[in-house]
């Protein structure tokens, strides 16, 4: 008797009736089958069963039919190997299926896993520690789970394929599925479930592709020059960027948030017309979904798609022209102000700031709202009091990074109507304050917690118009990226809005390029995050004509 049977085989009595053998097999190639064919369940971290074969699991049972066959079969050890790789399967299939429903995008291990770090402290900073030791214990249990189902399944199969009838059936069914998966075609193989192996291996086709890109900084096309000369359709009047995080077309087109988030919008489109502002609105599309901002900052900033780090890092290493260096020349001072950022970051210089202000030197004295820290609200007021107010300078060119409307999106500042006492060591009533500190996202629905992260947003962004009521300045207010798939939806555009705030006079030209009066853009066009500064500096120009739209949206 082969050595494999001797070891797998019931002790001490007769192999199982073969009926019950049958069953006690397609019960183990059912459970391979659900753990390597797996979807995710939109929009929760759980998965749901898929009917699409596993070509892993044929292998698999091919392999083992074939060691069989020539007598080699696994003993212990070799099934607890087989079940370990199994299980690293499963968990590439579940990071794979779950960022994909969950993020929006596909990961890119070269790029993502520096920040994972950051990440974790965030998560550590806005959950409790029970529920972290908790989550933990559950995950470390779910792997060991995995891990004794998948060694129990494998058994019964090597037990099954030592057997020449049940071997014979198995083998030819095996390798029938790898020759339909290899020889039929795409069709065929998009009948399958996709592999965990072959994501994988993506990863690393892409780590090499982007460790060559970064070395040889070769990706970026030709940047459209961003032209000299004095801006008259600005009539030396500051211009304002905000990127507001997350702020994603899922806002206007998912209808319980557009309904949540409905009264602050019209709180901000009544502070435009009290001050005898207008605003103009439009679609952009993105380079980047559920996160890596930076990476739409810079699209923004040099009229050129970057949507991965290797681009970035080749567009930094470039010494790019961008839209603060074009400003620089038409005589304005440029800054960027970002609350978020904690560490150096010579990219500032880089995109042509004159200055940066980061968290540090925004000193906020106030409680910590979570992992971001301090109020957008309080990074505006910032800006006015280190750049805004001062007298006999020059015109202002800034650009600001919210963070109050970054994921997990709670606790969520309070708005205070006196912006003044923003700066001072008590910025909030302590009775408003208690309840917003100790709020929570619900992971599992964050939904609710992104539209009140807007909601703050908005009534900011109608209380800073207000601030200023005679000031001529131009407020351009646009999303970076939408937020995570599980609140944007399967398969959602990677589209956000833009809103440009200022006298009418200022809009005519923008008017003529697409953008329609009111916050509610149309749906189309959409214009690509790396065409804005073409349209913007045309505008401000003093061209905006036909011919311009046409280059701007090519």
């Known amino acids: 008797m082969p050595r494999a049977v001797v070891a797998h085989g019931r002790r001490g009595g007769e192999a199982p009736h073969p009926l019950r053998r049958a069953v006690r097999i397609a019960a183990a190639l059912a459970v391979l089958h659900a753990a390597l064919t797996f979807e995710n369940a939109w929009p929760t971290f759980l998965v749901v069963p898929s009917a699409a074969p596993s070509v892993e699991a044929a292998a698999l049972v091919a392999g083992l039919a074939v060691l069989a066959a020539v007598g080699r079969l696994p003993g212990p050890r070799g099934v607890s190997a087989i079940a370990i790789g199994v299980t690293l399967l499963v968990a590439l299939r579940y990071a794979s299926v779950t960022t994909a429903g969950l993020y929006g995008r596909p990961v890119h291990l070269y790029f993502d896993l520096p920040h994972v770090p950051n990440v974790a402290a965030m998560l550590a900073k806005v959950a409790s520690p029970p529920r972290l030791a908790l989550f933990a214990a559950a995950a470390l249990g779910l792997v060991v789970a995995v891990l004794a189902v998948s060694r129990l399944a494998v058994r019964v199969v090597v037990d099954g394929v030592a057997r020449p009838a049940e071997r014979s059936a198995l083998g030819v069914a095996a390798i029938a599925a790898l020759a339909v998966y290899a020889l039929g075609g795409a069709d065929a193989r998009r009948s399958f479930a996709e592999p965990a192996v072959a994501a994988a291996w993506t990863q690393v086709e892409r780590a090499v592709s982007a460790h060559r890109a970064?070395?040889?900084?070769?990706?970026?096309?030709?940047?459209?020059?961003?032209?000299?000369?004095?801006?008259?359709?600005?009539?030396?009047?500051?211009?304002i960027v905000v990127f507001v995080e997350s702020y994603g077309a899922v806002a206007l087109d998912r209808r319980d948030i557009a309904a949540e988030i409905a009264g602050a919008r019209a709180a901000l489109e009544r502070a435009i017309a009290a001050t005898g502002r207008s605003v103009v609105s439009g679609r952009v599309?993105?380079?980047?979904?559920?996160?890596?901002?930076?990476?739409?900052?810079?699209?923004?900033?040099?009229?050129?798609?970057?949507?991965?780090?290797?681009?970035?890092?080749?567009?930094?290493?470039?010494s790019p022209d961008t839209?603060?260096?074009?400003?620089?020349?038409?005589?304005?001072?440029?800054?960027?102000?970002?609350?978020?950022?904690?560490?150096?970051?010579?990219?500032?210089?880089?995109?042509?700031?004159?200055?940066l202000y980061d968290a540090r030197a925004i000193a906020w004295r106030g409680p910590e709202f979570g992992w971001w820290?301090?109020?957008?609200?309080?990074?505006?007021?910032?800006?006015?009091?280190?750049?805004?107010g001062r007298a006999d300078r020059p015109p202002l060119f800034a650009l600001v990074a919210t963070v109050s409307t970054h994921v997990p999106f709670r606790p969520t500042p309070p708005y205070q109507p006196d912006w003044e006492r923003l700066a001072s060591d008590r910025p909030f009533a302590g009775d408003d304050l208690a309840p917003?500190?100790?709020?929570?996202?619900?992971?599992?629905?964050?939904a609710p917690a992104y539209a009140e992260s807007l909601r703050y947003a908005l009534r900011t962004l109608a209380g800073y118009?207000?601030?200023?009521?005679?000031?001529?300045?131009?407020?351009?207010?646009?999303g970076d990226h939408q937020p995570a798939a599980s609140i944007a939806g399967p398969d959602a555009s990677w589209d956000v809005p833009i809103h440009v705030i200022a006298r009418p006079e200022a809009l005519i030209g923008l008017e003529r390029q697409g953008l329609v009066a009111g916050l509610t853009p149309d749906p189309s066009p959409v214009v690509p995050m790396e065409r804005l500064a073409v349209i913007l500096l045309d505008a401000f120009a003093g061209r905006g004509g036909r011919e311009a739209a046409g280059r701007a949206s090519h």
């Open 465 to 478: 118009v207000e601030r200023w009521p005679d000031d001529d300045a131009v407020l351009i207010v646009l």
């Open 373 to 388: 820290r301090i109020p957008d609200q309080y990074s505006l007021a910032r800006l006015d009091a280190l750049e805004r």
């Open 323 to 355: 839209l603060a260096r074009r400003f620089r020349r038409a005589g304005y001072r440029t800054v960027s102000l970002m609350p978020g950022l904690r560490e150096p970051w010579p990219e500032g210089a880089a995109l042509g700031f004159d200055v």
């Open 436 to 446: 917003r500190l100790s709020a929570r996202p619900d992971w599992l629905d964050l």
């Open 214 to 239: 970064v070395r040889d900084g070769t990706l970026l096309p030709p940047a459209e020059p961003l032209g000299d000369g004095p801006l008259p359709g600005l009539r030396g009047a500051d211009v």
């Open 285 to 318: 599309r993105s380079p980047t979904f559920a996160g890596a901002s930076w990476l739409a900052h810079a699209s923004f900033l040099a009229g050129i798609r970057v949507d991965h780090g290797g681009a970035y890092a080749a567009l930094l290493g470039g």
